[in-house]
Nanobody, 114 residues
Framework: QVQLVESGGGLVQAGGSLRLSCTAS????????MGWYRQAPGKQRELVAA???????NYADSVKGRFTISRDNAKNTVYLQMNSLKPEDTAVYYC????????WGQGTQVTVSS
């Protein structure tokens, strides 16, 4: 079993920055992919960014150039640096970790005021 602990959400004005962190603990043998998803009210959960064990990344078009995902394999931690935040970035952000099973964090609220 793997547990995920997220931190870093909050309220920020448009144009501001936030950094999300997610640390995995438990029965971890090999993490393949670490990523962040988000879900706004009334919308489906969507992929924001993901990073593979080799370091390759992919981003949603809506966040390219503003968000950066990174990971510290020694700490089993993934980060999401979010810059130039917009009101439409407001959502609950979920950490996702894939070993042979997909695990989800509890979610952290990000609210961007205009």
């Amino acid at each position: 079993q793997v547990q995920l602990v997220e931190s870093g959400g909050g309220l920020v004005q448009a144009g501001g920055s936030l950094r999300l962190s997610c640390t995995a603990s438990g029965s971890i043998f090999s993490i393949n992919v670490m990523g962040w998803y988000r879900q706004a009210p009334g919308k489906q959960r969507e992929l924001v960014a993901a990073i593979r064990s080799g370091g390759s990344t992919n981003y949603a078009d809506s966040v390219k150039g503003r968000f950066t995902i990174s990971r510290d394999n020694a700490k089993n931690t993934v980060y999401l640096q979010m810059n130039s935040l917009k009101p439409e970035d407001t959502a609950v952000y979920y950490c996702n970790v894939i070993t042979s099973i997909s695990y989800w964090g509890q979610g952290t609220q990000v609210t961007v005021s205009s």
